[in-house]
Structure formats: C-alpha cells, structure tokens
C-alpha cells in the first residue's frame, strides 16, 4: 500500500476526519491537503506557507496560543527512501535539544498509512537556521518539537511540529490528525540502548 489514503480503511478514515477526536476528546476541524504523493488532513487554523527549502513537501504556520509570542511550525519531509533509519533519526532528534532539563517522550502507533513513531522532545531547542549545511542554529527556550517517523511503502515521510511548548501542546490532536494517528492506541516505547 502506498502512502496514501485511497485503501478502503484509509478512505473511511478521510471521511471521518472533518471531525476528528483525539485522545484529549479535543474535535479538530480539518482539510485535506497533499504533501508530494501523500494525502493528509491538516487544521482549519494552519497557514500554508512556502516551503524555506526544497527538501519540505509542505510547510504550515501553527498558530500561537494565548501567552505565546512566537507560531509554531509544521513540515513534511520526504527524501524518496532515503533520511536513515529511525534509530538514528531519533538519536539526531533529542540531539537537537540541550541534555539539561530536556525531557524525552517515545510513542509507537499505527494508522491507515503504516507504522509510525513519535518523538515528543521538550527543552531548550538548537533550531536550525539557514541552510542545514551552515548547521546555524539558533536556542529556543521552553521548545517542544515532536518527530513523526511514518514508515510506510514509498516512505519513510518525516513529519515535525515545533514550537512553544504551550502552542504545541495545544495542537496534539491537530498534529495526529494530519496522518491520521491515534493517541488512544499509541504505546511508550524506552530508547534504543548506545
């Protein structure tokens, strides 16, 4: 099965997620969307933007959240069977993170496109600046960035949101909405021993 909705559980699902409910009971008010080959469903209240590289599919503005100063960002990336394995992936992701006062969170799940795993990472953030050749970054107090790994034919795509931690808490259910991802059947997962 491609990354796509267009099996008959993935069709049903794109119907049902105009009003999907995730584990917070939180209803999220989607519209679908495309990211090169893969159909998603994205909130009503994300702004599309242009994507700052060739490497994003797509690239969304999250609203703030009251109290926050600064959006939050939203991005698909896709390298045609490439990125590395999901190990590594997630080694450079909580990497991205200062080690002090970061907390760490891994979830597993699937849904109608495959098998994902989230990577939910809260701290001081070293976000890229530029072109990720330069590796600028620039330190982002109270961040929270979650990594989506969704391994599926066609795959894996590399789904992130970041963002102040509050905004992003706020936009979970927005976040599984986009893959069609359920909190209710995700499982805890420790990380891989180095």
Request: glycine letters at 12%; aromatic letters at 8%; a positive charge.
């Amino acid at each position: 099965m491609r990354c796509t909705f267009h099996s008959v559980v993935g069709l049903l699902a794109l119907a049902l997620m105009p009003a999907l409910v995730a584990a917070d009971d939180k209803a999220v008010t989607t519209k679908p969307a495309k990211a090169g080959d893969l159909e998603i469903a994205v909130p009503e209240g994300w702004k599309k933007k242009q994507p700052k590289s060739q490497m994003r599919l797509v690239e969304y503005e999250v609203p703030a959240r009251e109290g926050d100063k600064t959006p939050g960002e939203f991005v698909i990336f896709h390298f045609g069977g490439q990125g590395g394995g999901l190990e590594d992936n997630i080694t450079r992701w909580v990497g991205q993170t200062e080690p002090e006062g970061r907390k760490v969170k891994l979830l597993t799940g699937k849904c109608p496109q495959g098998e994902y795993t989230l990577v939910d990472v809260t701290g001081t953030y070293k976000k890229s600046v530029g072109p990720p050749v330069l590796q600028k970054t620039q330190r982002m107090e109270g961040w929270r960035v979650i990594n989506v790994y969704l391994n599926c034919e066609g795959g894996p795509y590399f789904f992130k949101i970041d963002g102040p931690a509050k905004t992003v808490e706020s936009e979970l259910a927005g976040l599984r909405a986009t893959f069609g991802g359920d909190a209710k059947t995700e499982k805890e997962r420790a990380p891989e021993a180095k």
